[in-house]
């Protein structure tokens, strides 16, 4: 049997109790997974000088697969987001985050099935900022102020930036994973009326790409109308492509439909190189608790399966997954009633009746 090639990023905070927890679900399935264990983070600046060491992004690229728990960025330090930085270095452009209904889940909506598609690269997590007060700030005010622009001198400024290419690519990736997903319907998001030249632009490429897909049928929505219309209609949408922010924003509401960040799995993709991640952060007031839910980790681990093409093993972990969370007994905090809490069970328990499971199915 083949042996595949792996890189893992363990990260911090919960991700090392997560990361436990997924890596003996996945060996569970029997397929051969050869891991390439690297580290970053706060941890390894002392070895490294660095949060994110040359070595892991080598890794990355040489084994074109990555399985990451999640990486704290402390604030206010200066510290670059290691999370971030491995999109740009890796040129992960697109974020996959699927958001399904499990039976059992807590949570006010069933039968939600979507898929937020969001672009990773540009938009205002380019990087380009000018504090208050800093000369770059200073000349590019009486720069605008030059164009009549009415920016308080005080302001501090960070730039929107969306490319045509940009836009078309990740466009393209939200139909062509619509059309091999059968998927039916693809909603672009934007605040097109507001920004005319950034979303506007991103706008009109899609409405320029959709018509070669007319087997997917394609519709846009104003972004603080399509947060009101995920709240009270989820179901009415499948595939939505958004630039960066709206993306992040629209992933974690869409992880709240379906049950919160426990559930909510993802994946950042490439030309040629994938790295699977859950959506959430390090959480670190759980830390070393055995407290986290390990589902959206092992689910970004079903991910990966179906694209090493393990479609067998990703099946069987992911029936599992469903019959643990509506059994309801074997379940973390977060996927537990008010009045249940006190019979939650821990991180490494999660994974054990999911193993389980997997025996018997
Ligand atoms: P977070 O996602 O870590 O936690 C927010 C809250 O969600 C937690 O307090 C907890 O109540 C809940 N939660 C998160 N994961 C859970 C799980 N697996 N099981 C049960 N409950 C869970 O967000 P945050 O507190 O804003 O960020 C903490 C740190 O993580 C920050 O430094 C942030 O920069 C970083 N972060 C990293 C990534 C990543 O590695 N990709 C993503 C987001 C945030």
């Not at 892991?56 to 990451?68: D, G, Q, T």
């Not at 994946?267 to 986290?292: C, Q, R, V, W």
Request: net charge negative; with cysteine; glycine share 8%.
């Amino acid at each position: 049997m083949e042996s595949h090639n792996v890189t893992l990023i363990p990260g911090d905070g919960i991700g090392l109790e997560l990361t436990d927890a997924t890596r003996r679900v996945l060996e569970a399935t029997g397929v051969k997974f050869n891991w390439d264990i690297v580290h970053a983070g706060t941890d390894v600046m002392a070895e490294y000088g660095t949060p994110l060491p040359d070595h892991v992004l080598e890794s990355v690229r040489k084994n074109k697969v990555a399985l990451k728990g999640p990486i704290t960025t402390p604030v206010g330090s200066g510290f670059r987001s290691v999370n971030v930085a491995l999109r740009k270095e890796l040129e992960l452009y697109c974020c996959l985050r699927p958001c399904k209904s499990y039976t059992g889940t807590p949570t006010l909506y069933s039968n939600v099935d979507l898929v937020v598609v969001r672009e990773n690269m540009e938009d205002l997590y380019a990087g380009i900022e000018f504090e208050k007060d800093s000369a770059d700030a200073n000349k590019l005010i009486s720069f605008l102020g030059g164009l009549s622009a009415k920016i308080r001198p005080d302001s501090g400024i960070s730039i929107k930036p969306l490319s045509e290419f940009g836009c078309r690519r990740i466009v393209h990736f939200a139909f062509e994973y619509a059309r091999a997903n059968k998927r039916k319907k693809v909603t672009a998001v934007h605040k097109a009326n507001i920004m005319k030249f950034s979303d506007g632009l991103f706008l009109a490429v899609a409405r320029d790409v959709a018509p070669a897909y007319p087997d997917v049928e394609f519709e846009d929505r104003i972004v603080d109308n399509m947060t009101m219309q995920l709240v009270k209609k989820p179901q009415q949408f499948d595939v939505l492509v958004c630039p960066n922010l709206y993306g992040d924003i629209i992933s974690d509401l869409c992880a709240g439909l379906v049950g919160g960040l426990g559930v909510a799995p993802g994946a950042n993709l490439g030309d040629g190189i994938a790295l699977f991640e859950p959506t959430h952060g390090s959480a670190p007031k759980y830390k070393g608790m055995n407290k986290a839910n390990p589902m959206a980790m092992i689910l970004s681990g079903v991910l990966m399966l179906r694209h090493i093409n393990e479609f067998a093993a990703a099946e069987q972990v992911e029936r599992a997954i469903a019959a643990v969370i509506a059994d309801g007994k074997n379940v973390t905090y977060d996927l537990k009633s008010e009045d249940r809490q006190g019979s939650a069970v821990g991180t490494s328990q999660v994974a054990d009746a999911i193993i389980d499971i997997m025996g018997k199915i």
